[in-house]
């Protein structure tokens, strides 16, 4: 269970992060390495939780529905120009599909 | 405020993203009860806005606070170029005006005021108000009805759990914008399935996203 301190630090970090600049425009900007980490770390943690996801649910490597709903997702991302809800829709139902199959 | 044209605007175009953002709400509700109590992801949802950061947040319950933390900071410092940009482009503001549009400055609100202002409207701060209270008011609602249904809802049973990892390769595909982000996704995916074979469960999602986010820092713009 989440206790409520995790959520307020969350909190409180998430603010101090968006008010930055607009609180204090004269700070200095990130650059170089930091920059391009900050860029790619959203990308490769959204990555990571789904990659564990559909591979190790149960926290180790399984052969579940859920590698076709990855398989559905990516190919429901390529055909409705990388939608959100395209990807769900998609991979959600091949998901079903797989489930009913395996049994 | 309300009588402002570019609140009036802001309100007008930010409609449809209410029918992305409630959904989410919901879903955040249904599985946030599975981890912590309804009044506590109420308050996530009021305090943080953020659905990338609350995803995450459950998604890593069961690896616990250290986990959620790194996670959550990392998200969150993505929002510091945000504000930045944001900054320089409503100028000259008083201060409490300043904080206030921090609250909601999430990817959504972001992206649709720095569209306005390429569009040349001039008072993106009443635009972005009524962005921000349209998903402020959809998040909470879509929350409040998640947390309401979610303790009659077997995730199991409908297979809830796999629109987990369906949401986050749903956020990530956008996000594969240059060589650099292919280089970083790819590293996430080999590392996220080394980590499941060699760390224990608490550290996987943390060490592979870390350690992709450096491969694609090491890759130039």
């Known amino acids: 269970m989440i206790e409520p301190w995790v959520v307020v630090v969350v909190a409180v970090v998430t603010y101090l992060c968006r008010a930055s600049f607009l609180v204090l425009p004269g700070l200095p900007q990130p650059s170089g390495m930091w920059a391009r980490f900050l860029d790619s770390f959203p990308l490769a943690l959204f990555v990571s939780l789904a990659t564990i996801g559909f591979v190790a649910p149960e926290g180790i490597p399984a052969v579940t529905p859920g590698l076709a709903a990855a398989a559905g997702g990516v190919l429901g991302a390529a055909i409705t120009r990388r939608s959100l809800i395209g990807t769900i829709v998609i991979g959600a139902a091949v998901y079903w599909v797989a489930r009913l199959l395996s049994g | ?221």
């Open chain 2, 1 to 221: 405020m309300i009588r402002r044209p570019a609140f009036r605007r802001g309100l007008a175009e930010g409609a449809p993203v209410l029918l992305v953002v409630l959904p989410f709400g919901v879903a955040f509700g249904v599985l946030a009860v599975g981890v912590m109590p309804g009044w506590l992801a109420m308050v996530t949802s009021l305090l943080v806005v953020s659905g990338a950061a609350q995803f995450a947040m459950v998604g890593l319950a069961a690896a616990g606070p250290e986990a959620i933390l790194v996670a959550a900071t990392g998200l969150a410092l993505r929002h510091v170029p945000m504000s930045a940009t944001l900054s320089g482009l409503i100028g000259q503001q008083p201060l409490p005006v300043r904080a206030g549009l921090a609250w909601v400055l999430v990817d959504e609100s972001f992206g649709l005021t720095v569209d306005a202002s390429r569009r040349g409207i001039d008072d993106l701060v009443g635009y972005k108000a009524a962005i921000d209270l349209q998903l402020y008011t959809a998040w909470m609602a879509g929350t409040a009805i998640g947390v309401f249904v979610g303790p009659v809802i077997d995730p199991v049973a409908l297979g809830i759990e796999v629109l987990f990892p369906l949401l986050f390769l749903g956020l990530a595909v956008p996000l594969l914008r240059t060589r650099r982000h292919w280089v970083a996704a790819g590293s996430a995916v080999v590392f996220a399935i080394l980590a499941t074979l060699v760390l224990p469960e608490a550290w996987q999602v943390t060490a592979a996203a870390v350690l992709a986010a450096l491969v694609g820092a090491l890759i130039g713009d």
